[in-house]
């Protein structure tokens, strides 16, 4: 516990350094609010690992002092690379990451089915992999660590899988299954838990403790971030909110329960009303029949304005339902899909602040970071770095 | 910071103390993974400030071995006195309660309105708390600190009530309007927080690092504890589950929004459907007009059943939201109530299991904790108790 918390401190240095770009020790210590001895001894640990080096002592006394040029620190950036994989519905984007958060390669990989047996995939993870590394000159052992981000249930500190739906079983041992065929650890979680991890540590959460991110794509993920750390519930299966119910023994959803929130926004939900009347017209692809139904909305068809405007007030529903209940500093609504141009619309957030408990504090701000389906494969990346730099860091705290 | 966190370790130990009865240091440094040295530091300052004394060594080695006598810690019980108010909707229940969590006097007062003037609130509690003090032949400034418990959403760092049903404005600095009448610091809270602040110091929330408390009255409220602290949200209006919406353009709730949980399961939404026929059948009062419907329930009359029968299916809707969104290790449905004969029935707790999301875990336990309506007092009591202990600490640590 004691080797633990020495832990935790070297990584919070860590990425204090990684954020800063570069920084000295007595900043340092302002910053983390430690004693600079703590200090001192922290990155001599980082520096004996090799994930952070000393650069030229630059002076930065305020102008008309005499300042004492302090040695400032950076990451190595290429002490360690990693790679981030996100399984999707028929595909699979994987990218090569380093400690300095560069994206060396990236691919994406066609999967043959949206379900998959556990060694099926396993096997098709593997080989993706080795393709990302290959343009490199590297093979998958010269990597530290893979994170893998799945749609589903995931108790990431087990690596079991309760359910996903890129799985044709429940309840798998995924990360048992994975570690058996690679020669480096992999670290499982919920996507959207992944995307929250994403966020905050090189899009819209940098700096902020206490945030919620919401994606939404053939289901509604949601990533919560308390402390700084993710929120993940006794068992794994916290921050749930695609199929938290916004309506008694409301729509059928594909969990098979009524009434999720999932069932009202997803894509297969705006698809299922679409297909009422206007089946024949749109093309078979889902993507495509999204894209046709969404143009129509906004050439001001009644009938498909009708889905996404009823969709966009759950949408707002379970929103101001995640203020009510968390609180938040931030909500990022995270992603790049067609639908969020009227999902995501001025009246969705209206709605969202009349429904939200009334106080005179300004509500939590809501912003929508438009970024592209790798943040999903960035963020498992950026959890394989958190967690080789904490393997990096024990070692060195333990040999010591 | 370093300063804190000295704090927060000393009153770490005080607790364990608390709920051990008494202790030996050397099963203080096992139980908070802490070094022996740690230990002694911080035992010496509870030591200082008066608030635990050594007790005489008693051998507990194993049977056939031999042990060396240590010496064990309890707490001093009047080490310090503090007193937790819990304004309800006509009345307001005082209790002084000493360190040890001994009850030493209680009292209840009528209010003279639901809603009262900020000044006049301030001034029903300083002479109810004057009148609990009497029988002890103490006075108020003989108490360490105050706790207070009030309905509504307040920013319990700030003291700050943004809105209660017990203040005829929104947005009072109550605590400074306290402390200004009052020789001891006043510290404020939502009610429910402090339920669970109680169950985690007296009730069923001993030992456990997560847990959500639910309690329905006037009003339903939730009180969160995570990692052992309260959960508040970035301005004081977290945990908040009986706003939220369970239906789209719902019930009419008292907040002036619709379709909230509270506006489907709270007393006055109960008696409102009452009212469409069993109007003149009922008693004025509302306290007796529940109870009156709840026999017609049970007797089987089929109007007053399907009143609670939505009640109970929309509570366990909001239960398996929070379930779904929080993952606890437990739910806590506290209080006692006669309605919850009924709203707690084995059918409001299958419809839960049915609207969780469906993973081969076990469920998080769900216990029904009826006490009487003194928990709310020794709730802010316990609150008082660990405000006043904080400071107590901080002055030692400040001092060494």
Same mark, same amino acid.
């Given at each position: ?10 990584l ?7 954020r ?5 020790r007595?900043? =340092?210590?302002?910053? #983390? ?10 990155t001599? %640990? /980082?520096? $004996? !690992?090799g &994930? ?14 005499r ?12 002490a ?44 098709? =993870?593997?080989?993706? #992999?080795?393709s ?9 052992? %010269? /990597?530290? $660590? !893979?994170? &893998? ?37 992999f ?8 995307v ?19 994606t ?28 938290s119910?916004?309506?008694?023994e ?60 009823r ?72 959890y394989?770095i ?12 333990n040999?010591?």
């Open positions: 516990m004691i080797a633990d918390r020495r832990t935790k401190g070297r919070q240095v860590l990425e204090l350094i990684r800063s770009g570069q920084i000295a007595s900043d =340092i210590a302002t910053e #983390v609010e430690a004693s600079p001895a703590t200090v001192t001894a922290a001599a %640990d /980082l520096l $004996a !690992a &994930l952070i080096e000393e650069i030229a002592p630059v002076s930065d006394a305020p102008q008309g002092k300042g004492r040029p302090r040695v400032a620190l950076r990451i190595v950036p290429n360690c690379k990693v790679v981030g994989i996100k399984v999707s519905d028929r595909s699979m984007s994987v990218v090569i990451m380093n400690l300095g958060g560069e994206t060396l390669s990236e691919i994406e990989v066609d999967l043959p089915n949206s379900e998959l047996a556990p060694e099926s995939l396993v096997e098709v =993870i593997i080989e993706a #992999v080795g990302a590394c290959k343009p490199l000159g590297l093979s998958m052992s %010269d /990597l530290s $660590a !893979a994170g &893998l981000g799945l749609a589903g249930f995931v108790d990431a500190d087990r690596g079991f899988v309760h359910w996903s739906p890129s799985l044709n079983q429940r309840n798998v041992q995924l990360k048992s299954l994975l570690n058996a065929h690679s020669p480096i650890p670290f499982l979680d919920n996507d959207a838990n992944l929250a991890k994403a966020e905050q540590i090189f899009g819209e959460g940098q700096g902020v403790s206490d945030f919620v991110v919401i939404i794509e053939t289901g509604i993920g949601m990533g919560v971030i308390i402390d700084n750390a993710i929120y993940r519930g006794a068992r794994g299966c916290g921050a749930e909110i695609g199929h119910k916004v309506q008694l409301g729509a059928l959803c594909r969990c098979g329960q009524r009434g999720c929130l999932e069932a009202y926004v997803a894509d297969y939900a705006l698809l299922r009303e679409a297909n009422l009347r206007a089946g024949p017209e749109l093309s078979q692809s889902p993507d495509d029949a999204l894209k046709e139904l969404l143009v129509k909305a906004k050439a001001g068809d009644a009938f498909s304005s009708s889905i996404f405007n969709a966009g007030r759950m949408l707002a529903m379970g929103l101001a339902n995640v203020i009510n209940i968390f609180d938040p500093k931030l909500i990022i609504l995270s992603g790049e899909r067609m639908q969020f141009d009227l999902l995501y619309a001025d009246e969705v957030l209206d709605a969202v602040k009349s429904w939200v408990v009334s106080v005179d504090a300004p509500l939590p701000e809501i912003r929508i970071h438009k970024w592209g389906d790798l943040m999903w494969a960035k963020g498992a990346a950026s394989a958190e967690e080789a730099t904490r393997i990096a860091v024990r070692n060195i705290a040999a010591a």
